[in-house]
């Protein structure tokens, strides 16, 4: 792994928690296997998917602690699960120096792989005009994944609720209210469609109890 210059910033450790949501756990895949991490000269970005959710947070830094901005990286899960187990602090510490890579106390070797060009399938101005409020489908469980990220970034008497923009076949954004340095992106899937016999019995079967509801009701005089 090489980069343009050594350094060293502080990550929130809220957004480092939340982009663990979004990461793969697939061993083939390895390369998603952590959090892709690129500094810049006044921010860092944070970035995590498994191809079907997608966590991307923008970490501001502080006047002082402007960098030299540096070639993208990978900081591996198991690492970041490592430092963050049983840290309290706000801010957590990342550094290179060399060929040295610590996260907080501990030394981790950034994956060897190329991390997918996310910015391709992040919702363009044209997309956003054209197709917001076209309802789509998603996967229950990564829609119950928005609602950890929300609680990872939420303050602790804060009732932060993600909300889903629809974008019809694209991949629908997520944002989290007060919180705009953040966004997630959730791949829609395609609804199976009952076929004709299949549909017929489920409006007979609704109508039918319809009536048997309607037939229970006492009469008014």
């Not at 090489?2 to 480092?16: A, C, E, G, Y």
């Not at 076209?134 to 009732?159: H, L, S, T, W």
Request: proline share 8%; glycine share 8%; net charge neutral.
């Amino acid at each position: 792994m090489t980069h343009m210059t050594d350094f060293s910033f502080s990550i929130p450790t809220d957004v480092l928690r939340a982009a663990l949501v979004c990461v793969s756990t697939e061993e083939t895949r390895y390369y998603l296997r952590g959090v892709h991490v690129e500094p810049d000269a006044d921010d860092v970005v944070l970035v995590s998917t498994d191809g079907h959710r997608l966590f991307c947070g923008r970490c501001p830094l502080p006047p002082a602690g402007a960098i030299t901005p540096a070639e993208p990286f990978i900081v591996p899960t198991d690492a970041i699960k490592k430092a963050l187990t049983g840290y309290k602090g706000l801010g957590i510490q990342l550094q290179c120096t060399g060929d040295i890579w610590t996260l907080g106390d501990v030394t981790f070797k950034p994956v060897d792989g190329t991390f997918p060009d996310w910015r391709r399938v992040a919702p363009t101005q044209k997309t956003i005009s054209d197709d917001l409020g076209k309802i789509a489908q998603f996967n229950p469980a990564y829609v119950a994944d928005m609602g950890k990220v929300a609680k990872a970034v939420a303050n602790p008497r804060e009732k932060l609720c993600p909300v889903i923009h629809h974008l019809g076949d694209g991949p629908a954004m997520v944002t989290f209210p007060g919180h705009e340095n953040l966004f997630c992106l959730l791949m829609p899937r395609r609804a199976e469609l009952l076929d004709k016999a299949e549909l017929g019995f489920l409006m007979a079967h609704v109508t039918q109890r319809k009536a048997e509801a309607l037939a229970a009701m006492p009469m008014r005089a």
